[in-house]
């Protein structure tokens, strides 16, 4: 049976998302992102289409690598400025029943015994529909912003991000247990306290000595989402993530990918199917294909490479301004995001190579045509890539979500390969159909009451 596709809008609280000087096109509303009802409208135009989630991506500095300056960035609003995600979430959920919500939320950013508060709020709030993104970094201008001289080194930053994981583990999963929650007037108990524990962790890089403020909420612990596929990023998946972003720029990069992350999970004693994983990918879609090229070729003229091109210097560290277009690059072993600079070493990208593979500012997969051949090469990425689904950037907002709904969603349900309908309880259940909590083959399952983690 063929598999049904998995979808995530994919956006951020800002102007300039992935698709970079689109913005300027004259029916694009992104500069709207400041307003609360741009939000909630499309969440409900997201929930109309059977969206599995809005996942939305954040950042904690700048880019200032291209130029050695902010000046590009604050030109062409290269995600900046940027909004804070996680305030947006209760409102769009108040307005949505099935939709999910991931949010991007930086360990390196973050105090976990008041972070996980805020996401027991939020599982709350939603009804059991909120998902993390767990990011450990890539920007120096985030560290400098935050007091530190610079990043820490890659693997290490992924270190404490496992000791951060397990303090939140504990906190969400083992602080109450499932029948602390009396709410008992007559007896005047709310909770009972033998039901509720203190939380003690002393690892390497936090330590506490807490109860977690929050009841249980209905997935206790969030979807955990992640997107680092260089080693120990694979590593730090395969471990503790539920879904797993991936930016490929062909459905063979995406296979092996899928098929290493897959492994990552089994070996670590969870299942190949534990794991959800979302490719990165643009398309713009009309009533024929004709119409189509016609659309991007407008988007095209409104879009900007160059500003691309910055964004991708804040991910690989190189400054690509200082290199002429087909003058060789040094791409050295950094510590920014190292599987970005594996793949343009191993292609030997120059900057021509690069700029080229931006027409509409942007670096994902880019798909154009009518309704059935947009269709098509989704199911060939979902066949030949072996992936669960597709993290979808916005190009002209909100029209290229409205296109893809109007138009493509219903070719992939006479297909058979997307949802008519919402399922049934939260946004894990409805993902892996096991259930609202974690299975206990996840690494969470040994933090839950009884532990020594808890008393």
Known sequence: MAREIRLNAFDMNCVGHINHGLWTHPRDRSDEYR??????????????????????ADIVGVYD???????????????????????????????????????????????????????????????????????????????????????????????????????????????????????????????????????????????AEAYHLSEPSPQRTPVLYQAGTSGRGRRFAARHAECVFISSPDKTVARDASRAIRRGAVAEGRRADDVRIFAGITVVVDRTEKAAREKYEDYARHASPEAGLAHFSAGTGIDFSQYGLDEPIAYGKGNFVQTMVDLARERGWTKRDILAGMPLGGRYPLVVGDPHQVADALEAWIDEGEVDGFNLARTVAPESYEDFIDLV???????????????????????????????????????RSGNAAVD
Request: proline share 4%; net charge neutral; with cysteine.
């Open 65 to 207: 690598v291209y130029r050695q300056s902010v000046d590009l960035t604050a030109r062409e609003a290269i995600q900046l400025p940027v909004n804070d995600p996680l305030m947006l979430v209760s409102a769009m959920a108040a307005v949505t029943k099935g939709l999910g919500f991931g949010v991007t939320v930086n360990v390196q950013a973050e105090e976990p015994y008041l972070f996980a508060r805020r996401m027991s709020t939020l599982d709350h709030l939603t009804d059991g529909r909120i998902g993390w993104n767990i990011v450990t970094g890539y920007l120096d201008s985030a560290a400098r912003a935050t007091g530190a001289a610079a990043l820490g080194e890659h693997d290490a930053r992924y270190d404490r991000a496992d000791d951060c994981l397990d303090l939140l583990y504990a906190l969400w999963e083992g602080g109450w247990d499932d029948d602390a929650v009396r709410r008992d007037r007559a007896a005047r108990v709310y909770a009972d306290p033998a039901r509720v524990r203190k939380i003690r962790h002393d690892g390497p890089y936090y330590r």
């Open 409 to 447: 969603v219903p070719v992939l349900q006479e297909r058979g390969r997307y949802k008519t309908a919402y399922g049934e309880g939260t946004l894990r259940s409805r993902l892996f159909g096991e259930g609202d909590r974690l299975p206990r083959r996840h690494p969470a399952a040994a933090f």
């Open 35 to 56: 307003r609360l009802d741009y939000w909630t409208s499309l969440a409900a135009t997201l929930e109309r289409g059977l969206f599995d989630g809005l996942f939305l």
